[in-house]
């Protein structure tokens, strides 16, 4: 007899044995404990490649106990944290222990870490490597964060061929730092420091051109690159023709920009600030026919919270720029029109494949038993109530948006069921 056998109406069932997926097919026999979810979608759990749940050293900025727990909520069953915010960032052996170390210590899914680039560590890549990182994150622009500094373009290419050598891809945050820093300074030296100035200091074109020569230079390096965060449509298009030409480029966006525009920051606010920024009406439009026709591969949250003090700033360039999201990411799809199918795919599916995150992203037998089960139909409403990150805030609070998180199984265990969080076991480490 099954452990644990989920019923799925039109959809296979699901039979879960210890901590793996046992069979997948209709009609399967009796399991010990029976799930109905005759009337719910059965998703493979989200893996979120990208937060910033900036533990060790940050965690009054979020940390990984609330943020695992706000993650597992959304139907969430790992997440691939940032090298930075944490403190110290995650750019040699000794800083990425240390995270392991605290992660292992508090959080509730399993989780996979990035390691960084930043001028002068090119030579601890390897070792980053051999502790298992899934990948390493460069920064083309500021990263808002002194002791992570932005990868000049020197570094970023001798990062990828290295990264090329350890077979692992390189993720990069494509804005250019000559645009967007010397926009800035002209516009705050002419007194303006509101929304629309912040916005006119990052123009679609410093993403546009950040990710042609980062394609290029991922080409010439042999190098597989991921884009993070492409917040436009041309981005969308840019990365595409980089992948014409030859690079082996994956695409990422976040809900936020599929979800909300520049209209919709000018009247939220710094909650809704992120970089690059939301984009017009047109960019969002494009970017979100890129999504609904497969040409996304990734979608992560970027969840980057901070303290509301630091939303608290007289200029809109000194307010951090980050989203709280990672708890909203299926709603916040279902409601602009992405089928469960396409969710499945590019939050789970996909980054699995892409970052050799083995035995998950798919409801296969074997697999581990990482799932997440969602009323489409049903609606969830954003509210403090019942934000589990450590800040509840977020630029979807006040919505009523489609489909609900009915339960997660982590591992074959249920881990958050109905509103609640239903375990206190621990998340695993997975290397690449
Ligand atoms: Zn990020």
Aim: charged content about 25%; glycine content about 10%.
């Amino acid at each position: 007899m099954f452990d644990v056998v989920i019923r799925g109406g039109s959809a296979p069932d699901i039979a879960i044995e210890g901590e793996f997926i046992a069979a997948v097919g209709h009609d399967l026999p009796a399991g010990e404990r029976e799930i109905d979810a005759t009337k719910l979608a059965i998703l493979p759990g989200v893996i979120d490649a990208h937060v910033h749940f900036n533990e060790p050293g940050r965690a009054d900025w979020e940390g990984a106990d609330t943020g695992s727990r706000a993650l597992a909520a959304g139907g969430g069953t790992l997440f691939v944290d940032m090298p930075l915010n944490s403190a110290p960032c995650t750019v040699n052996a000794q800083h990425f222990d240390a995270k392991r170390a605290a992660l292992e210590a508090v959080s509730l899914t399993d989780f996979a870490l990035w390691g960084g680039i930043v001028p002068g560590n090119l030579d601890d890549m390897e070792d980053l490597a051999e502790r298992g990182v899934i990948g390493f994150k460069a920064f083309m622009c500021d990263s808002g964060l002194p002791e992570f500094p932005r990868a000049d373009d020197a570094t970023l290419y001798l990062g990828m061929v290295e990264a090329a050598r350890l077979n692992l891809p390189v993720a990069v945050h494509a804005e250019s730092e000559e645009i967007t820093k010397r926009l800035a300074r002209q516009l705050i030296a002419e007194g303006r420091c509101d929304i629309p100035a912040f916005l006119e200091s990052r123009p679609v074109a410093a993403e546009v051109e950040a990710i042609e020569r980062a394609g290029a230079f991922a080409r010439e390096a042999g190098c597989r690159l991921h884009v993070v965060h492409i917040s436009s449509g041309s981005g969308v298009a840019a990365a595409l023709e980089a992948r014409r030409l030859g690079t082996d480029i994956s695409i990422e966006t976040c809900p936020h920009y599929l979800f909300f525009s520049e209209d919709d920051l000018l009247r939220i606010g710094a909650i809704a600030k992120c970089a690059p920024p939301l984009r017009n009406d047109n960019e969002r439009e494009t970017l979100r026919h890129a999504a609904r026709h497969g040409e996304i591969d990734i979608i992560g949250s970027d969840h980057s919270p901070c303290p509301p003090e630091m939303k608290d700033r007289a200029s809109f360039f000194e307010i951090w720029g980050g989203i709280a999201g990672v708890q909203s990411t299926i709603p916040a799809l279902l409601e602009i029109g992405l089928t469960p199918e396409r969710i499945a795919a590019t939050t789970a599916t996909n980054p699995a494949r892409r970052f050799n995150l083995k035995n998950r992203g798919a409801l296969e037998p074997g697999n581990y038993a990482d799932i997440t089960l969602v009323d489409v139909s049903a609606t969830t409403q954003i509210g403090k109530a019942t934000m589990l990150h450590r800040h509840r805030t977020s630029p979807y609070e006040g919505y009523t948006l489609q489909g609900a998180v009915r339960q997660t199984i982590r591992r074959g265990e249920t881990i958050y069921s109905d509103g609640a969080i239903t375990s206190q076991s621990r998340g695993r480490f997975v290397h690449a």
